[in-house]
Nanobody, 118 residues
Framework: QVQLVESGGGLVQPGESLRLSCAAS????????MGWYRQAPGKQRELVAS???????KYADSVKGRFTISRDSGKNTVPLQMNSLKPEDTAVYYC????????????WGQGTQVTVSS
């Protein structure tokens, strides 16, 4: 059973930075894509950023230019660098791993809370 463990969340002030990390129990290169989603209270879970095995990245319009997703092969993690944080970035952030084979399946972590407040 694949396990994804998020870390790095916390409380920061507007304009500050945080670096989230997603550690996988299997090689991150085993998955077709990995990404970060977030869910704010009363809202649906939404894609924040994703990265494919071909290193193609995708970002939500609201975080473009502020967030950066990458893959750290040495640590087998998927970091999400978040800069210039805004109160509207407050949410629980979830790590996701997508595998297309042997059948399409999404794996999820338990989530880490990010709160941006003055």
């Amino acid at each position: 059973q694949v396990q994804l463990v998020e870390s790095g969340g916390g409380l920061v002030q507007p304009g500050e930075s945080l670096r989230l990390s997603c550690a996988a129990s299997e090689s991150i290169f085993r998955f077709n894509a990995m990404g970060w989603y977030r869910q704010a209270p009363g809202k649906q879970r939404e894609l924040v950023a994703s990265i494919t095995n071909g290193d193609i990245t995708k970002y939500a319009d609201s975080v473009k230019g502020r967030f950066t997703i990458s893959r750290d092969s040495g640590k087998n993690t998927v970091p999400l660098q978040m800069n210039s944080l805004k109160p509207e970035d407050t949410a629980v952030y979830y790590c996701n791993a997508y595998s297309a084979s042997p059948r399409p399946y999404n794996y999820w972590g338990q989530g880490t809370q990010v709160t941006v407040s003055s």
